[in-house]
């Protein structure tokens, strides 16, 4: 199973998916605008199973994430909004909604600085709801009354956004970190240099050790001391 961002070619078969599995509906146009105006944020979940008889057969497309970023948000925070989200019967229990759910939040962080996401579910919804709450961590914010089209009440939603912050600042860090392996492996001189002895010795003394390298070890500090004792401060 392949996740990637949702394509323009792609936006016919993400329809069908959404027609055939959700009553809220959209015009291609529609769709067409996500992916043109936020193109990293829309994500598609491709079945690779099924080998192409030819190259213009169409992906199998068999779950979307459709994704925006809110343009005037009514408190001045830059934050996502999920617009849709499906996966066909066949392929749920796959967790293929929560690495589609994941992918997005994780580009909206990156590309655009999100601070937090939201998104609507009705209330009559209970899978939905479970995974948006129990599985990633949503938190129901307030009820928005006759939300849907059939007057149905919705769920508004939210989840902040930090911990995808947080976990791509330690990705940093650690890149910024090198590991260098240090093995001492001078001969011996003496009466243990003769052949075939220390050969234990060595072996017992032969030790490695891992040394970090960089920004770890506050390279700046050690230059400064360095030339400081070269002034003869």
Known sequence: MDIRVLRPSDIPHVQTANITNLPENYFCKYYLYHALSWPQLSYVAVDSSRPQKTPYDPPRIVGYVLAKMEEDPPDGVQHGHITSLSVMRTHRRLGLAEKLMKQSQRAMVETFGAQYVSLHVRMSNVAALRLYRDTLGFKIEKVEAKYYADEEDAYSM???????????????????????????????????????????EKKKSGKKRKVKVGRGLGVGDLVERNEAKEAGV
């Open 158 to 200: 939210k989840m902040d956004l930090g911990f995808i912050r947080e976990q791509a600042l330690d990705a940093e860090d650690e890149e910024g970190e090198e590991e260098v392996v240090v093995l001492d492996e001078g001969e011996e001189v003496g009466d243990a240099g003769k052949k075939g002895e220390g050969e234990a």
